[in-house]
Each structure stands twice: as structure tokens, then as C-alpha cells.
């Protein structure tokens, strides 16, 4: 009123039941994608549209040893092998320009200081409306791969030289057969 004395007052109420759900329910879905994102041992990434990464699951700072502040943006490059970080940066900047799945193998720095041999492969997102978001790659650790075909080739040469020696030994009997047999004429 004229005095300043409060003689009524308005108030307004809004139902917020849903929006509670909701935000319940999206931070569920929050929660069980950081667990599934960090419960394995692929060393998952995603990136933005100005191809700087945004995110990087547990396992990937663990093998690492980084950060994710160390890795966010281009940060991450530092880990690459300096004989593998052009020709990765070359294949991820293609893929990305053409909003098409890549995949490549690389070496990448370990916790402990050497390199281990990485294959990832990237996949674009899309916004509900078909717009390009960025990249989800995932990387596997395929050191063990890398050594296995390494010693399978060794072995594989090993027996090729094997074969060629038995070669040479059977042709060498024959020639001493038949050098025997003029010989007993003889």
C-alpha cells in the first residue's frame, strides 16, 4: 500500500517433477558411459569440430602417464613418435576434413618412457540433426601383435633358408650317388 506495508503477494509454482527425472536420468547415462569408457583397456578419445581433442577415458591417461589437462587439444601429440607424428597427423587431418572413419598404427609414448605400437581407429559423431560434432576413436596397444609377426617373419625366413639347405644337401647326394655309382664301373 501507500505505506509501504505488504498487503498481498503473488507467488507462482511450477511443477519440476520431469525436469528433475530428467537430469536424474542424465546423469545415469553420464555416469554408466564414464564407467563403460573407463572400465576396459581401450584408450578412447573424442574430439571436437576444430579437431582439438575434448576427452580422454582413464586407461589412455594411465598408459599415458599424462594428465588429461597435458592431453587436451593437441596436447596429446607429444606422446606420438616423431617418425609416426606426421604421417598420423596427416591421416587423422584427411579423415577429418572428409568426415570419414580412419584407422592407423603408431607409435605412441608409454607411461615408462618407450613407445609402444597403438592402432586407432576413429569414427565420426553426428548431432541428432546429421551435423558433424567431431571424432570417438579408440586405441589398442598391439605391441605384443608387433613382436609375434616379427618372430613369426624370423622363423618363416629361418625355414625358407632350412628348405634350401635340404635342397642343397639332396641335390649334393644325388651328385655323390651318381659319383659313386661311375666310380664303382670304374
Excluded at 554408466?32 to 591417461?61: E, M
Aim: hydrophobic share 35%; with cysteine.
Amino acid at each position: 500500500n501507500d505505506a509501504g506495508e505488504v498487503v498481498n503477494f503473488v507467488a507462482v509454482r511450477r511443477d519440476i517433477t520431469e525436469e528433475k527425472k530428467a537430469a536424474a536420468e542424465l546423469a545415469e547415462s553420464e555416469y554408466r558411459y564414464r564407467t563403460l569408457a573407463d572400465s576396459g583397456t581401450t584408450l578412447i578419445w573424442t574430439s571436437r569440430r576444430d579437431k582439438q581433442c575434448d576427452w580422454f577415458n582413464r586407461p589412455w591417461l594411465d598408459f599415458t602417464g599424462r594428465t588429461l589437462e597435458q592431453e587436451l587439444g593437441d596436447g596429446w601429440t607429444e606422446s606420438i613418435s616423431p617418425e609416426d607424428r606426421d604421417r598420423y597427423l596427416g591421416a587423422y587431418a584427411a579423415a577429418f576434413d572428409r568426415n570419414e572413419p580412419f584407422s592407423i598404427e603408431f607409435r605412441l609414448r608409454h607411461a615408462d618412457g618407450g613407445y609402444r605400437w597403438v592402432v586407432t581407429r576413429g569414427t565420426p559423431r553426428f548431432d541428432l540433426a546429421g551435423s558433424f560434432l567431431g571424432y570417438i576413436a579408440h586405441s589398442m596397444d598391439i605391441s605384443d601383435l608387433k613382436r609375434a609377426e616379427a618372430e613369426r617373419e624370423k622363423i618363416q625366413e629361418q625355414f625358407v633358408q632350412a628348405q634350401k639347405m635340404e635342397a642343397i644337401g639332396r641335390l649334393a647326394g644325388g651328385v655323390a650317388h651318381d659319383f659313386n655309382n661311375m666310380l664303382q664301373a670304374i
